[in-house]
């Protein structure tokens, strides 16, 4: 590798340089619904922090919402599944069962979305 000798060496530019711009205007995707919904539930575990297993609740909505599962869809449902078996477990309070619920669906309208895709 070389290394510039000097200040005064400076990097190849062309005289056309071009610029990524940030759009004016952006989609709403069912995707950034189900982003919503997760950031949601976790607000609601949160303010209702103190049932029976809300610690990994929360540890597990984490997961959910990492970048890993994200890109691998198929892998987040088997966490809804979890989630929701341990906050009925903990006997969490019904405006978080709403918030999974909410969750669900969203994931189900992104399954429907995806297998109608060509």
Same mark, same amino acid.
């Given at each position: 590798?070389?290394?510039?000798?000097?200040?005064?060496?400076?990097?190849?530019?062309?005289?056309?340089?071009?610029?990524?711009? %940030? *759009?004016?205007?952006?989609?709403?995707?069912? &995707?950034?619904?189900?982003?919503? /919904?997760? !950031?949601?539930?976790? $607000?609601?575990?949160?303010?209702?922090?103190?049932?029976?297993?809300?610690?990994?609740?929360?540890?597990?909505?984490?997961?959910?919402?990492?970048?890993?599962?994200?890109?691998?869809?198929?892998?987040? %449902? *088997?966490?809804?599944?979890?989630?929701?078996? &341990?906050?009925?477990?903990?006997? /969490?309070? !019904?405006?978080?069962? $709403?918030?999974?619920?909410?969750?669900?669906?969203?994931?189900?309208?992104?399954?429907?979305?995806?297998?109608?895709?060509?």
């Amino acid at each position: 590798m070389r290394y510039r000798e000097s200040i005064s060496e400076a990097p190849f530019r062309t005289q056309d340089m071009s610029f990524f711009t %940030e *759009p004016t205007g952006y989609e709403k995707t069912i &995707l950034s619904d189900l982003k919503g /919904a997760w !950031e949601c539930l976790r $607000e609601a575990v949160i303010a209702h922090a103190g049932f029976a297993g809300w610690d990994r609740t929360l540890f597990h909505i984490d997961e959910a919402m990492s970048w890993e599962t994200v890109r691998h869809l198929e892998r987040m %449902e *088997p966490l809804v599944v979890l989630i929701r078996n &341990l906050a009925v477990q903990g006997n /969490a309070p !019904e405006e978080v069962l $709403e918030e999974i619920a909410e969750v669900s669906d969203i994931l189900k309208k992104v399954y429907d979305h995806d297998c109608q895709r060509p």
